[in-house]
């Protein structure tokens, strides 16, 4: 499933976004840094033609806490992609 984000108009202090599929568990599904190129993912290895729930958190420069998160809703190939705009 490719993940993609669109930065908030204030993105100065953010270096990163974890990408977190809440029904797999807490840890990031996969990690995208801020300011290099696109800000997408791919997350692998799972099932086909399913609905999963997409949740991103910005992460801080200056201090290691996460914005809150957006959440989208998103199916796997065949069906689509998914795209998330954080703000």
Do not use: Q
């Not at 993912?41 to 957006?70: D, I, W």
């Amino acid at each position: 499933m490719k993940v993609t984000v669109v930065p908030p108009d204030d993105a100065a202090n953010i270096v990163r976004y974890d990408v977190f599929l809440p029904s797999l568990g807490d840890y990031a599904a996969c990690e995208i840094e801020a300011g290099n190129g696109p800000l997408e993912c791919e997350v692998g290895g799972l099932l086909a033609s399913r609905m999963f729930t997409v949740r991103v958190h910005s992460c801080m420069e200056k201090a290691p806490f996460y914005s809150e998160g957006v959440e989208g809703k998103g199916w796997t190939k065949p069906n689509g992609k998914l795209s998330l705009s954080c703000s």
